[in-house]
């Protein structure tokens, strides 16, 4: 099946609904569907932008940016993911507390206009990696619409190339919780000098990359065309997080890998990320694999 028919099968079943509220983030995957629900329903497709202490402001900037140029009809509505004690304690099963949360407030804006459906971006390569967060959209009837049809993210990646859409190469994001490491608290501060520092990186063009904050040491993943550029301006690069407050920096040399903060957890672990579960089923080790990483 090539990208036409694939396209065609979503499309279908989008029009099936009378209104949708899709969770919009300026991700490639839900912005591909806020733009066919748009041409589809219309204004009965309402987009929804959850802005977060998690959410850089440099996303929330391009995801507005971007529903503008679309001409979908969107809000952005404040939720705080700081409000939830479990998810300040960081298990394994963070993103459990982050989605039922999040998927909660949308419930309840969906309710007050009268939508039905409430539909998200997720497609069939999320279940690739350890997302204890779809148990939670599971639970709170989210719909799935490019995992019913099967499309993974290449396909979606594909279509939207093939549709002339401007963002079908954007590079994958996540939210700033997803670099503190297990079991270390979520707080204001470290959220805010992963973001700071991704910031100062991006701004002086390295493409996909990640902070990782274990605690004041800041492990920088970069693509693998990246890591020698790094080398040469390390100095810098040093100086600058230091100044955001880190006291180490190191250049990680496996490179960048969505989701590398899930490595450290068992195969237990993975094998459950459909339902909640305590932070001690888990045996998280603490000690950082320094013969991987370069201290600059």
């Not at 990208?3 to 912005?31: H, M, Q, T, Y």
């Not at 939720?79 to 909660?104: I, M, Q, V």
């Not at 670099?179 to 470290?190: M, V």
Request: aromatic share 8%; glycine share 6%.
């Amino acid at each position: 099946m090539d990208w036409k028919d694939k396209l065609e099968k979503i499309r279908a079943k989008i029009a099936e609904k009378d209104k949708i509220l899709v969770a919009f983030s300026g991700g490639v995957d839900s912005s591909l569907l806020a733009k066919i629900g748009r041409d589809i329903l219309g204004e009965n497709a309402l987009c929804i932008i959850l802005d977060s202490e998690t959410l850089p402001r440099s996303e929330l900037k391009y995801a507005e940016e971007l529903a503008r140029s679309l001409g979908l009809k969107y809000e952005v509505v404040k939720c705080s993911s700081l409000a939830d004690e479990e998810f300040l304690k960081n298990p394994p099963n963070r993103c459990y507390y982050c989605k039922w949360s999040s998927f909660k407030t949308l419930k309840s804006m969906a309710e007050e206009r009268g939508i039905n459906c409430i539909a998200d971006g997720m497609n069939l390569s999320d279940y690739d990696d350890y997302r204890p967060g779809i148990a939670a959209c599971d639970e709170m009837g989210i719909w799935h619409p490019f995992v019913d049809v099967g499309i993974s993210k290449e396909d979606v990646r594909e279509i939207a190339r093939n549709m002339g859409l401007s963002f079908w190469n954007k590079p994958s994001s996540a939210c700033l919780s997803s670099r503190i490491p297990h079991g270390e608290r979520i707080t204001i501060e470290n959220l805010k000098m992963v973001e700071l520092a991704e910031d100062f990186l991006k701004c002086r063009g390295f493409g996909q990359l990640r902070v990782r904050a274990h605690g004041k040491l800041a492990r920088i993943e970069l693509l693998d065309n990246d890591i020698e550029r790094a080398m040469h301006c390390r100095e810098e690069i040093s100086k600058e997080l230091k100044s955001i407050g880190f006291l180490y920096v190191a250049l990680d040399m496996e490179g960048f890998r969505s989701g590398s903060m899930n490595e450290v957890l068992t195969t237990t672990a993975r094998d459950r990320d459909r339902i909640p579960f305590p932070l001690q089923d888990f045996i998280l080790p603490v000690t950082l694999k320094v013969n991987k990483n370069i201290i600059l």
